[in-house]
């Protein structure tokens, strides 16, 4: 990849990602309030992702060539972790939940740098990303908000129409509730 133009939305090939690893991790980390040591142990299955069917991934990139926001996702599958975790899940529920299962896009990380939040960056990198796949629909995960008012990754979700497919799911090995929500593809252009 060349060095990037002033404020662009760009996708992202493997090389790419793996050119600027360090740099996707640091907004991933930010943007989640993980500590920095999160990063090293996201690099190998970041990789690994990249080459998985299907993945797809765009970055934001502002005038100096520094990456603001970064989003990535691929064909979900049996075998998988989170298909295999999800499946688990919607096995408790009725069987036309299954369908959601069948032939999807897992819309695996969506992060803006803090900096660079509030101003439309994450709904234009989602909407980019769900351009490139050919599935007839994506999934997603993400934390419950609780108690509190949902979050600005939740309106996100709501304000593009993700519905509910799980509430309250645990992923094995976290303590934290998820939700799944999902939708048909194509989304429709922004209003
Ligand atoms: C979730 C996240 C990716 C959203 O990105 P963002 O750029 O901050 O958010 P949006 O694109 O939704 O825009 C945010 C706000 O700007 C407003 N906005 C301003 N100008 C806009 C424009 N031109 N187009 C669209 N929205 C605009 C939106 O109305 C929206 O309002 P709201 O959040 O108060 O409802 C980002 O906040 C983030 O990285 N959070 C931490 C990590 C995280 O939670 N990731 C998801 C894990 S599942």
């Given at each position: 990849?060349t060095?990037?133009?002033?404020?662009?939305?760009?996708?992202?090939g493997p090389?790419?990602?793996?050119d600027?690893?360090?740099?996707?991790?640091?907004?991933?980390?930010?943007?989640?309030?993980y500590?920095?040591?999160?990063?090293?142990?996201?690099?190998?299955?970041?990789l690994?992702h990249?080459?998985?069917?299907?993945?797809r991934?765009?970055?934001?990139?502002?005038?100096t060539?520094?990456?603001?926001?970064?989003?990535y996702?691929?064909?979900?599958?049996p075998g998988?972790?989170?298909?295999?975790?999800?499946?688990?899940?919607?096995?408790?529920?009725?069987?036309?939940?299954h369908?959601?299962?069948?032939?999807?896009f897992?819309?695996?990380?969506?992060?803006?740098?803090?900096?660079?939040?509030g101003?439309?960056l994450?709904?234009?990198?989602?909407?980019?990303?769900?351009?490139?796949?050919?599935?007839?629909?994506?999934?997603?995960?993400?934390?419950?908000?609780g108690?509190?008012?949902?979050?600005?990754?939740?309106r996100?979700?709501?304000?593009?129409?993700?519905?509910?497919?799980?509430?309250?799911?645990?992923?094995?090995?976290?303590s934290?509730?998820?939700?799944?929500?999902?939708?048909?593809?194509?989304?429709?252009?922004?209003?």
């Open positions: 990849m060095r990037a133009p002033a404020h662009q939305l760009i996708q992202l090389d790419d990602l793996a600027r690893l360090a740099e996707a991790l640091h907004v991933y980390v930010t943007a989640m309030g500590p920095h040591s999160t990063a090293r142990h996201r690099r190998t299955l970041w690994d990249s080459r998985r069917p299907g993945w991934a765009v970055g934001w990139f502002d005038s060539g520094a990456l603001l926001g970064i989003a996702g691929y064909t979900g599958g998988q972790w989170w298909f295999e975790e999800v499946r688990r899940g919607v096995s408790a529920q009725g069987p036309e939940a369908i959601w299962l069948r032939d999807y897992e819309l695996t990380e969506l992060h803006v740098h803090p900096d660079a939040q101003h439309g994450g709904e234009r990198l989602l909407r980019a990303l769900l351009t490139l796949t050919d599935r007839p629909r994506v999934l997603l995960s993400t934390p419950e908000y108690t509190e008012p949902p979050g600005r990754a939740w996100l979700y709501r304000r593009t129409g993700f519905r509910d497919v799980l509430r309250n799911h645990r992923f094995t090995g976290d934290r509730p998820f939700a799944v929500l999902g939708r048909e593809l194509p989304l429709s252009p922004a209003r």
